[in-house]
């Protein structure tokens, strides 16, 4: 089991990418990539418990299913909160659905911390200008039209947040 929730992992890896590149591209993350996204935490769930010695810590426990569901759920309720307020768009909201599902509970502080320096970070980079040799490469027009319409792809902030969040764990382990 532990190498089909890994194949799991790596294929919600490229899933979350595409969303942010979609995003990138069109400032819209499509219900189907966020439905595949839910149905691959859903394949890894199953995975978990088939392969868990314990089902019930595996269920309720804040390290296993129960927490990533509250996560889950409490981050798809803040996005809801947020695009009511126009501060975000719907489809960064129901992104926080699966990302909240792939974090867990234990993901949200290092996740919020992330989104916040990316986020920083993304509206700093979007003021610096083109380099002009660069300028009429298409990713370049795009980072002019997306800084000539003030409206920016929240997704891929959240994407990599996420992305980055989830590779703590292995990082640290690589550290020891």
Known sequence: ?????DVINSLSVFVFLYAAWTDFRTWKIPNAIVLALVALYALRTVAVILGSQDVGA?????????????????MFALGVALWAFRLFGAGDAKL???????????????FSFLLLVLGIVTLLLLRLPVPLPVAHLAFFMR???IRASRKVPYGVVMVFAALLTLALPIIRQQLR
């Open 143 to 145: 980072i002019e039209e």
């Open 58 to 74: 595996a269920l309720f426990a804040s390290s296993g299913i129960g927490g990533d569901l509250a996560a889950g759920l409490l």
């Open 96 to 110: 926080f659905l699966p990302i909240g599902l792939f974090i867990g509970w234990h993901g949200m502080l290092p």
């Open 1 to 5: 089991m532990p190498q089909m929730i």
